[in-house]
């Protein structure tokens, strides 16, 4: 099982912006997919983004033009930028990796003020 670590998440005013770095204990070649998800106190957890190893990415609507999810293979790390961020965007994100299994990060909290 792959073992990420999270981190970039913090408080910023609406507007702002975050990087949001997830890094992979093992090699990102062996990693098929990674993606994010966020959960807001009250609500479900949410699929934010993912990105394939072929290269397509998948956006929810809400951070669609917003968000932006990379990789980079040499440092064994994925990406979130978050820009234009709204008080709705506050939520603990997740990344997570699928090799033979799905692991998880152990989430960040990401808070955006008015």
């Known amino acids: 099982q792959v073992h990420l670590v999270e981190s970039g998440g913090g408080l910023v005013t609406a507007g702002g912006s975050l990087r949001l770095s997830c890094a992979a204990s093992?090699?990102?070649?062996?990693?098929?997919?990674m993606g994010w998800y966020r959960q807001a106190p009250g609500k479900q957890r949410e699929l934010v983004a993912t990105?394939?190893?072929?290269?397509?990415?998948f956006y929810a609507d809400s951070v669609k033009g917003r968000f932006t999810i990379s990789r980079d293979n040499a440092k064994n790390t994925a990406y979130l930028q978050m820009n234009s961020l709204k008080p709705e965007d506050t939520a603990v994100y997740y990344c997570?990796?699928?090799?033979?299994?799905?692991?998880w990060g152990q989430g960040t909290q990401v808070t955006v003020s008015s």
């Open positions: 093992e090699s990102m070649f062996s990693i098929s997919t």
């Open positions: 997570y990796a699928e090799s033979v299994l799905r692991s």
């Open positions: 990105l394939t190893d072929g290269g397509s990415t």
